[in-house]
């Protein structure tokens, strides 16, 4: 029986090929490979993406692909809400995996505030921006200890807590020297004496909202020289105030003062002359203003690029053409 001869040559051959695929196989995934520095990249344009108009987690299904992409968005998460009193257990976990918070959102937190922020203060954190929002009263003693562990805050705030008084806005300033952004809108028992000694001691100040604060007439008797946006809107701010205000602050770029119904086109024209840097106001419902010097107002500040006029009131068609060669929108 004659014993079958095998073909080396055709072996030599397939071995080849099959080498060869998997060369080129490698060849063609090490052109398309990505370094976890441009995945990160472009994984953060997809955070930040503008056009995704719904809220929910941009890196949600990205990260289920694989774990580098997984732990790419980790480090990618900057903003953790605590909600629920049953996740403090859970902090550890949580900090270990998302390694760069720096925005805490405690203001649908419905448990012992004053004990979460304690608790919170205990790991290596560099929160940047914190929320009370919606919350009874200020946690005095967890803000303390929270300003002891992490000096890192520049942003807080305190909308819609209608027990903060001027004891709460001392601890605040004492607390957060370093503060930027303040916001403090729809807070009843709000004092202009408090507002007043937070400037004083957050002296790098240059948002500040309170809008609401229905019973504030806000006179800032002090130099605020960095503060660039004002939220004045449905206070009791008058010409008088205004006038104080366009002295100490007239490095101003953004004021709102919608419903404002105490200000008149005196208490405008004191902003406009002395806000050199003024680009935006809002005066929506300023009932009191005369619109027949609203034009040359705007007009003899140039810098203005944004102008919310009061309800009713229209330009002529000379007033538009000029405002536009000015570079002005008016609404």
């Known amino acids: 029986m004659k014993r079958k001869r095998t073909n080396s040559f ?14 080129g196989s490698k060849s063609n995934a090490a052109k398309f490979y990505l370094s976890e520095d441009c995945w990160e990249h472009v994984l953060r344009l997809l955070g930040n993406n503008p056009l995704r108009v719904d809220e929910e987690d941009p890196y949600k299904y990205v990260s289920l692909v694989s774990k580098q992409f997984l732990s790419i968005t980790n480090r990618l998460r900057c903003y953790l809400s605590v909600e ?13 995996r998302f390694t760069n918070l720096i925005i805490l959102d405690l ?13 919170i203060s205990l790991f290596p954190l560099k929160i940047t921006s914190l929320d009370l929002s919606d919350e009874p009263m200020i946690p005095a003693k967890g803000l303390q200890y929270f300003s002891q562990k992490i000096t890192t805050l520049t942003s807080l705030t305190c909308s819609y807590i209608h027990a903060i008084n001027y004891t709460d806005l001392i601890l605040i300033a004492d607390c957060f020297p370093n503060l930027e952004h303040l916001a ?6 709000i004092s202009e004496e408090g507002i007043g000694h937070v400037l004083r001691k957050c002296c790098k100040m240059t948002h500040l909202n309170l809008e609401g604060c229905s019973d504030l007439k806000m006179t800032i008797n002090i130099e605020v020289p960095k503060l660039k946006v004002l939220e004045l809107s449905s206070t009791r701010v ?4 205004l006038f104080v205000i366009s002295k100490n602050c007239h490095g101003i770029f953004q004021l709102s003062l919608n419903d404002c119904d105490d200000v008149t086109e005196k208490g405008v024209k004191h902003v406009v002359e002395n806000c050199a840097q003024l680009q935006e106001i809002d005066l929506i419902r300023c009932c009191n203003v005369n619109s027949d010097v609203l034009a040359s107002l705007i007009l003899s500040r140039p810098s203005l690029k944004n102008v919310a006029t009061p309800d009713r009131y229209r330009f002529s ?9 000015q570079g002005c929108n008016v609404y």
Do not use: W
């Open 10 to 23: 055709n072996s030599s051959q397939q071995q080849q090929s099959i080498s060869s695929i998997i060369t």
């Open 84 to 96: 629920d009193h049953h996740t403090p257990p859970l902090l550890r976990r949580l900090f270990h």
């Open 317 to 325: 068609d000379k007033e538009m053409e000029l405002l536009l060669r």
């Open 184 to 189: 403090l809108n729809d807070c009843d028992d």
């Open 107 to 119: 203001s649908s937190y419905n448990g012992n505030l004053d004990a979460l922020l304690c608790e």
């Open 238 to 241: 008058n010409d008088d105030a």
